[in-house]
């Protein structure tokens, strides 16, 4: 039962010439007679051109090649060929006669290949003959040439971008195809060559929508991307606005105006275009498809056209692709963060898919931390901060310090938990680690800025730690906390302040700027215990080999002792130093991120890659709806092509159903033990 | 739309082998990419897309080597990562492994691979089972059949060539399950599902047209048969081959389809329902610092006595700076694999019921590495024949085969297990 596979042929590195090949020897047996010979010699070629030689100087042997009846020596001059043609213009043009002959071959396998190389010939001068060949193919009777033409399309609009024009003729001709072999192609090249041409699409609108299933799975994915964009401009919003309310409050899509013009309609109900409709029924199948990029395609199309009420079925295909690999898993996961945030409903169900595996990517396990703290509410807060506890204890330190942050994010969203949340972050503080010490550091930090009531006892606690901490930005955090707090700690700041006196010359820079910063704030709140101190510090700082030190320390200076040169800011150096400051946002870095059209690298990366095409919002009033309306005669020919094939069908299901009684029993099999 | 050249590197990130389809980013970029690999991996900030300056280098590594596509535009990056691993798919079904030295050794092959998989950048036929009718290992056999074309690119049936004769037609069927448990340290079940293949070999002749039976709830409740003592399983997603009618099993739930000639993965599902670890597994792992490690395993297997196990293979992970192995195990043996960092115990046949027990003792180097190792998971491997987990029963058209299953248990931190059965009818 092995024979699927074919058998592994003799190594080819007897074929790969050594390093004093003479090229004399090829261009020999590339002139003999025998085609093996010929063969043997080509594939040493492409061998050469594989791992990057040079192998251009046999350029005129190769190319008399071309009109080899042999089809194996064929196809490797034709790589020949793409390669080189760009560098030897001229010679390349002794072969163009024969593609042109070969263009007219009866084979179809021949016509395609020879419009496929001659296309991708990338030669200014021969233009107008590619522009020829396109068109003629186009219109050839095989699929598969049609097919071949339409990548030519974007071929020679990247080669002469002038042609536009005309390509955008042969486009309107390839799109009214009705092979599905075409239909992925002629998108493709009609995304490449003129996305804004929307009006191309209608006549074709619903065939592709009905073609669709049977397209080939990369055909699909760029004709659902540009069936998106179309739908946004043709339809109208099918989002209601109570629908809005899970968008937390603020719906991006709808600026102010169309909200107007939406209590406008609510007079009239919405219903929805027939075609907008048929767009979303025939893609929901598409969910199913075993090729990755599918399924993120009909999800971001069902994102971003569907009512609300039916995106919650994408989710569940979303959570599967979690199963595949790592790099998909990576796009999948970011295109759910940014989706969580608009809508925490669909994915709650599926929060344990979520859980961070041991043997997960750092990557992955930070998407997947970023998407638990969108979806924790009361409601699973508590399930998810025992979950965040074992993570804490990891061995790799950057998801550990992550997890601390989505703690910290988690008790500042959901108001119920921040005080379990910063005595838990408290508790971490005497964890043997010392990133982890740090990082809790750093976070208890920003929550007690934000409620800065009562906590005494925890900066009495952190500052303790003062003692044994080392890592610099905790240490720095710990010193503003004080700092910031001094008269809530009377007792303690000042000794602290003594402490780092001492211990000042062999800090970090960070921390030296927190030591003056503390030093300067108890100047002003408690000078009479810390007046000397304080000044024993700034003369430090005065003569500190870091300039960035040396300037606070003068500034400071200047500000805090008053003296006759000082100006009229020191009068409000308290307020300065001690001014009530904001605290700080913990947010989500996938906040903006809903912009972009999901699953596109702009997406991904966050920034406007070339050649991003954007969505446009829904219009206000939709257009023409009849524009999609083919012509009748059409329709019906097309009907009957349809029962025809429907028919033999069922013919052959019945000639199937002949074969054995069991066919039909689906499902009920007597015969099977469990 | 998509990449615009894909480059395979060896392990230093030096090019094997490169085809520029589209000739807008310039070939020598592919230079900035392995430093700045190296310079994220540093900094722990490794992402499958990587930016230098205008160009996105999108990459997967694959044994050793890697596979970079490098794009200008806004690509679709998932469509980029599919094709990345197909066109990994069919280069293993072509070389059997896909490494650097079957790279090297096939040159010319993989560059009319890489000729035929894309075209200007958009993936074009990349079922391997076509390409294989045109790109064939040797390339002196198509001599003799130079105005044969392959048909099968042309067809609507793109995975099928016509004409296909067999004296004798088979098809086989293997359903291979796998569990993934999430147990807590304390031994409760968190999570647990089953991810399911149903894997296809077909020998027939022509173009037959199967369908597929499974004992499916909503497909029962559908045709009302949900009320009859017939078991049934809830599959929760899932996704088919290309060949089958997906507009047929949304309508009807009626799996339907043309096959592929040969081996091919039909479906997979997933069900998450309450499992019960057919063999459970708990360890202890002592580990005395710069000098030994010593582990204890217990399996337990908790199936119907009068059902066996067979080849049960239970992995243990061990430090990678371990050595001398020595083992006891009260049945079976085990080996120790050092280049997985593993100790397998095989055990033959495993009856329902019983309990086994395994010790094993390594030596640690007195000089200790620096890195804390994380606990990978300990993996058991097995098959009961004529059982699945789910309950998953299959028919095919007047053939029918039955096939068995599999689980597996883990002991603490988010586990997967892995177990995989395959039974010929």
Not at chain 1, 232 to 241: A, D, G, I, L
Not at chain 1, 325 to 332: A, D, F, G, K, L
Not at chain 2, 114 to 124: A, C, R, S, Y
Request: aromatic share 8%; hydrophobic share 40%; charged share 25%.
């Amino acid at each position: 039962r092995g024979r699927s596979r074919l058998p592994v042929g003799s190594p080819m590195q007897d074929l790969i010439p050594g390093p004093q090949d003479h090229s004399l020897n090829l261009k020999q047996m590339l002139e003999s007679n025998k085609d093996s010979a010929k063969l043997d010699a080509m594939k040493r070629i492409v061998g050469m051109i594989a791992k990057g030689k040079n192998a251009s100087e046999l350029f005129p042997a190769v190319v008399k090649n071309v009109a080899s009846k042999n089809i194996e020596i064929k196809k490797l001059v034709y790589v020949y060929l793409v390669r080189y043609a760009e560098e030897q213009q001229d010679l390349a043009l002794l072969s163009i006669s024969t593609f042109q002959r070969a263009l007219k071959d009866p084979n179809q396998l021949i016509r395609a290949s020879a419009l496929r190389v001659l296309s991708s010939i990338r030669v200014p001068i021969i233009v107008p003959i590619m522009m020829l060949a396109i068109k003629e193919a186009s219109a050839d009777l095989s699929p598969y040439v049609r097919k071949n033409a339409a990548h030519a399309i974007q071929k020679l609009y990247s080669l002469d971008p002038e042609q536009k024009e005309m390509l955008i003729e042969v486009i309107e001709k390839l799109l009214k195809d009705k092979s599905t072999l075409v239909a992925g192609s002629v998108v493709m090249a009609f995304e490449e060559v003129c996305p804004d041409r929307i009006d191309l699409i209608h006549k074709n609108y619903r065939k592709l929508c009905n073609l669709l299933v049977d397209v080939e799975e990369w055909g699909q994915v760029v004709i659902i991307h540009m069936l998106t964009r179309y739908a946004r401009t043709q339809f109208v919003s099918p989002w209601k606005e109570d629908d809005g309310l899970e968008d937390n409050e603020k719906n991006f899509y709808e600026s102010d105006d169309e909200q107007k013009e939406k209590t406008d309609q609510k007079k009239k109900p919405y219903a929805m275009d027939p075609d907008h409709r048929l767009l979303i029924r025939n893609t929901k199948p598409l969910l199913q498809s075993r090729n990755a990029a599918v399924v993120m395609a009909v999800a971001q199309l069902y994102w971003h056209i569907s009512p609300k009420s039916e995106v919650g079925i994408i989710s569940k295909s979303l959570v599967r692709l979690l199963r595949s690999n790592r790099e998909v898993q990576y796009i999948v996961l970011q295109n759910i963060a940014t989706m969580s945030i608009q809508r925490k409903g669909m994915f709650e169900p599926y929060l344990k898919s979520f859980y961070v595996r041991s043997t997960d990517p750092t990557m992955i396990k930070i998407l997947k931390l970023e998407i638990l703290t969108n979806l924790a509410n009361e409601a699973n807060i508590s399930t998810l901060l025992r979950e965040f506890q074992t993570y804490v204890k990891s061995q790799d330190k950057q998801f550990a310090a992550a997890t601390i942050q989505t703690i910290g994010r988690c008790a500042t969203n959901i108001s119920e938990v921040t005080d379990t949340c910063l005595s838990g972050l408290v508790c971490l503080l005497s964890n043997r680690d010392e990133i982890v010490v740090a990082e809790s550091v750093v976070v208890i930090k920003k929550l007690l800025q934000m409620q800065p009531a009562q906590h005494g006892e925890i900066i009495k606690h952190m500052a303790k730690l003062l003692d044994s901490i080392t890592v610099p930005v905790a240490r720095a955090s710990i010193l503003w906390l004080i700092g910031e707090n001094c008269e809530r700690v009377p007792k303690i700041a000042p000794d602290v302040l003594r402490k780092m006196a001492k211990s000042f010359t062999n800090e970090d820079d960070l921390v030296k700027l927190q030591i003056l910063n503390l030093g300067a704030k108890l100047y002003l709140t408690n000078s009479k215990q810390t007046k000397l101190l304080t000044q024993y510090i700034l003369n430090l700082g005065k003569y500190d080999q870091n300039y960035d030190i040396r300037d606070r320390t003068r500034f400071i200076r200047q500000l805090i002792v008053p003296n006759e040169k000082s100006g009229a800011l020191s009068k409000y150096a308290k307020k300065i130093f001690l001014a009530q400051k904001p605290a700080p946002l913990l947010e989500s870095p996938f906040k903006d991120r809903d912009h972009f059209q999901l699953g596109t690298l702009s997406h991904t990366l966050n920034t406007k890659a070339i050649g991003y095409l954007e969505l446009s919002n829904w219009p206000e009033v939709a257009p023409d709806p009849s524009v999609r309306n083919v012509e009748v005669i059409e329709l019906i020919n097309q009907c009957t092509k349809y029962s025809n094939t429907l028919l033999s069908r069922n013919q052959k299901c019945l000639q199937w159903g002949r074969l054995g009684p069991h066919c039909s029993v689906v499902g009920h099999l007597p015969w099977l033990r469990s | 739309m998509s990449a615009s050249a894909v480059f395979i590197l060896d392990v230093k990130g030096k090019p094997l082998i490169s085809r520029n389809y589209k000739g807008d980013v310039a070939m020598s970029e592919i230079e900035h990419f392995m430093p700045l690999l190296m310079q994220r991996e540093e900094e722990g900030a490794l992402a499958p897309l990587l930016s230098h300056g205008r160009v996105h280098f999108l990459w997967i590594k694959h044994s050793n080597l890697y596979l970079v596509a490098t794009t200008l535009k806004n690509a679709n990056a998932s469509l980029v990562y599919s094709f990345l691993y197909k066109t990994v798919e069919v280069f293993s079904e072509y070389f059997k492994e896909l490494e650097e030295e079957s790279i090297r050794d096939n040159f010319v092959i993989v560059y009319e691979l890489l000729d035929e998989l894309m075209d200007f950048g958009f993936p074009q036929t990349t079922d391997s089972k076509i390409l294989q009718e045109y790109i064939t290992q040797q390339g002196n056999k198509l001599v003799t059949g130079k105005s044969r074309v392959p048909p099968t690119v042309t067809n609507a049936v793109s995975w099928r060539s016509e004409g296909l004769k067999y004296k004798k037609n088979e098809v086989f069927i293997d359903v291979i399950e796998s569990v993934n448990l999430l147990v807590n340290a304390n031994g409760s079940v968190l999570l647990s599902e089953i991810v399911g293949t149903i894997k296809l070999k077909v020998f027939l002749s022509g173009m037959p047209e199967l369908r597929l039976g499974l004992n499916d709830r909503v497909l029962f409740e559908l045709t009302g048969l949900s009320g009859s003592k017939n078991k049934s399983v809830e599959l929760e997603d899932v996704k088919f081959h290309q060949c089958v009618r997906l507009s047929r099993f949304d309508n009807d739930r009626t799996i339907s389809f043309i096959p592929p000639d040969g081996d091919f993965e039909l479906m997979s599902y997933r069900l998450s329902t309450q499992v019960k670890p057919l063999i459970w597994i708990e360890s202890v792992i002592e580990k005395f610092s710069h000098s030994r490690v010593e582990i204890m395993v217990k399996a337990k297997g908790q199936f119907k006595k009068q059902s066996v196990a067979n080849g049960v293979e239970i992995s243990v992970p061990v430090p990678s700076d371990a050595d001398s192995p020595r083992f006891k195990t009260s049945v079976g043996s085990a080996k120790y694999v050092p280049e997985k960092n593993v100790v397998i115990w095989s055990i033959k046949s495993f009856p329902g019921g019983k309990e086994y027990l395994m010790r094993a003792h390594f030596g640690l180097p007195s000089v200790e590495k620096e890195e804390v190792e994380g606990r990978p998971p300990i993996g058991v491997k097995f098959e009961i024949p004529y059982f699945t987990v789910s309950g998953i029963q299959v028919s095919v058209a007047s053939r029918c085969l039955l096939s068995l299953a599999s689980v597996a248990f883990p002991f603490s931190c988010p586990l997967a297990w892995v177990t995989s059965a395959s039974w010929p009818g």
